[in-house]
């Protein structure tokens, strides 16, 4: 916060909460009520404790009040194998979606302000009533405190310009990513904002690195 000032976005992870078909669940619903009438029976794997995939379950827990096991990884690579061997049932990241592509897994919902492209039918979860329980991922650059805000501006002019542009629009989707623009000003008050929201979740789910 005070060590570092905002240049510009990179990259916002589009993912989704994503489940084994053996559970028999097809909808975010059905698998909320799944996940009331069997307490503790679906595992979800994470990259490991504390991370943003890990908060998206808790934050999720919280807001439907279901009891989902975690199972931390020391990454989603590992999680992934996981749920494609079906040891644990759901994950929410970027790296199961081809997999949706597929059909080897189940996209619940777009965990994501916006629908997805390649998954036009799949609702967010802000349509489906649960958009408190949206955890970002989002990539920026950020420079030393103190640097000429000339120098800022002309970056962050730089970087929403190639943003925009239909090639890096169409690289970024490709991996799941969306860019969007955000002022150096904006910029700090979503991390301001983030930083508050997930404090809130880890005092309130007692989240501890072990």
Known sequence: MKNFTPVGRVGDLISGFVIHPAVGVKTFKEMVDYAKANPGKLAYGSAGLGTASHLRLEMLKVKAGIDILHVPYRGNADALNDILANNVQMMNEINPMPHVKAGKLIL???????????????????????????????????????????????????????????????????????????????????????????????????????
């Open 108 to 210: 619940l919902d777009i965990s994501y302000p916006e629908r997805h492209p390649d998954f036009p039918g799949v609702p967010t979860l802000f349509e489906l009533g649960y958009g408190e329980a949206y955890v970002p991922s989002w990539y920026s650059i950020w420079a030393p405190a103190g640097t000429p805000r000339g120098i800022i501006d002309k970056l962050n002019v730089k970087m929403v310009e190639i943003a925009k542009t239909p090639e890096m629009k169409a690289r970024l989707l490709a991996i799941n990513v969306a860019c969007p623009v955000q002022t150096p000003e904006e910029m700090s008050r979503q991390l301001v904002e983030d930083t508050k929201r997930n404090a809130d979740l880890i005092r309130l789910t007692n989240i501890k690195i072990e």
